[in-house]
């Protein structure tokens, strides 16, 4: 079992930039690909970016690519989004999320989920 915390989420301007982070607690000396998702009011959960075990294998949604980039720092425990030149559709809430899959960028196989952080971008 492993517990999630997000931080970061915060209300910008387009163009702006927010870095989430993702703290995990608890059985974290097993190996977990982490990923982060977002949802919209009204709208579907969806992947953002996925990234595995050794930080070696990344993926990226299509509406985020060269604008998002996910990373992690397994000593601490953290895995991290930086979002760069945001826009009014990046609004949603953000969750992190962890698979006990070695890479997934699937939603069902995650299985642990943190509360997620809200971030606004306006016009």
């Known amino acids: 079992q492993v517990q999630l915390v997000e931080s970061g989420g915060d209300s910008v301007l387009a163009g702006g930039s927010l870095r989430l982070s993702c703290a995990a607690s608890g059985r974290t000396s097993r190996t977990y690909g982490m990923g982060w998702f977002r949802q919209a009011p009204g709208k579907e959960r969806k992947i953002v970016a996925a990234?595995?075990?050794?930080?070696?294998?990344?993926y990226y949604a299509d509406s985020v690519k060269g604008r998002f980039t996910i990373s992690r720092d397994n000593a601490k425990s953290t895995v991290y989004l930086q979002m760069n030149s945001l826009k009014p559709e990046d609004t949603a809430v953000y969750y992190c999320?962890?698979?006990?899959?070695?890479?997934?960028?699937?939603?069902?196989?995650?299985?642990?989920w943190g509360q997620g952080t809200q971030v606004t971008v306006s016009s």
């Open positions: 999320a962890a698979t006990e899959q070695f890479f997934s960028v699937v939603l069902v196989d995650y299985a642990y």
């Open positions: 990234i595995n075990w050794t930080g070696g294998n990344t």
